[in-house]
């Protein structure tokens, strides 16, 4: 069965900062990726995605991934991170031969202190 | 306005208790979702409609009914509850399935079984 994996369940970083966190999934065949955040008290919202094309996918509020397809990831990163950028964040993908329907990794909750 | 809206926010019941939680959306999406986020976050489909119709049933009790009046609402009941099912219930919705979408989740119903 398929399965994503986020490395880190926490990270503590101060405004300014650079975020990076790393997603990783089992499945070798055709993908589509997500990420999505999740601020407090609020609920999923699409950060970004890549079904194919430029690997490196820019989103919304200057985050962005990269897709490596020889290293089954898809990380995300934002240069400098600001106050407001608390939230969790998941990573999920879509398998096209697994159907119609997203698997989540873990989350990773991001604190980012002012 | 909100785009998914799921009713009520917060579902506090005893063990043995029938409850339902609603779901509405105002995307004009023929597909649905619903997930459930248990106490460590992770993530997982439980069902999916298109179109009123039954697509994916991820080995759920069925002592979990979804129930689709129309392709705008997909409705969850749960008879018997048991302690295991406190968790975040999420809804969310596409247009098609999500091999060429995002989709688009509501605000989450927390339960809790006590």
């Known amino acids: 069965a398929q399965s994503v994996s986020q490395h880190n369940h926490h990270v503590i970083l101060s405004e300014a900062a650079s975020l990076e966190l790393g997603c990783n999934y089992s499945y070798g065949g055709t993908v589509n990726l997500f990420w999505y955040v999740q601020y407090p008290g609020q609920h999923l919202q699409l950060l970004l995605k890549?079904?194919?094309?430029?690997?490196l996918v820019k989103g919304i509020k200057g985050f962005e991934a990269e897709f490596i397809k020889s290293k089954f990831s898809f990380n995300l990163r934002k240069p400098s991170v600001q106050w407001s950028d608390t939230a969790e964040y998941f990573c999920?993908?879509?398998?096209?031969?697994?159907?119609?329907?997203?698997?989540f990794g873990g989350g990773t909750r991001v604190l980012v202190k002012p | 306005d909100t785009a998914v809206s799921q009713t009520p926010k917060y579902l506090v019941t005893q063990m043995g208790n029938d409850k339902s939680i609603k779901c509405e959306q105002n995307?004009?999406?023929?597909?649905m979702y619903w997930y459930k986020q248990d106490s460590k976050k992770f993530l997982k489909i439980m069902f999916s409609?298109?179109?009123?119709?039954?697509?994916i049933n991820e080995t759920v009790p069925n002592r979990f009914s979804p129930k689709s009046p129309d392709k705008a609402h997909l409705n969850l009941h749960i008879n018997s509850l048991e302690l295991g099912d406190s968790a975040v219930y999420f809804c969310?919705?596409?247009?098609?399935?999500?091999?060429?979408?995002?989709?688009?989740f509501g605000q989450g119903t927390r339960l809790t079984v006590v």
């Open positions: 890549y079904f194919s094309g430029d690997p």
């Open positions: 999920a993908v879509n398998v096209k031969a697994a159907g119609n329907k997203l698997t």
């Open positions: 995307l004009g999406h023929d597909t």
């Open positions: 969310a919705s596409s247009k098609g399935d999500i091999l060429n979408t995002e989709a688009f």
């Open positions: 409609y298109n179109n009123k119709e039954l697509i």
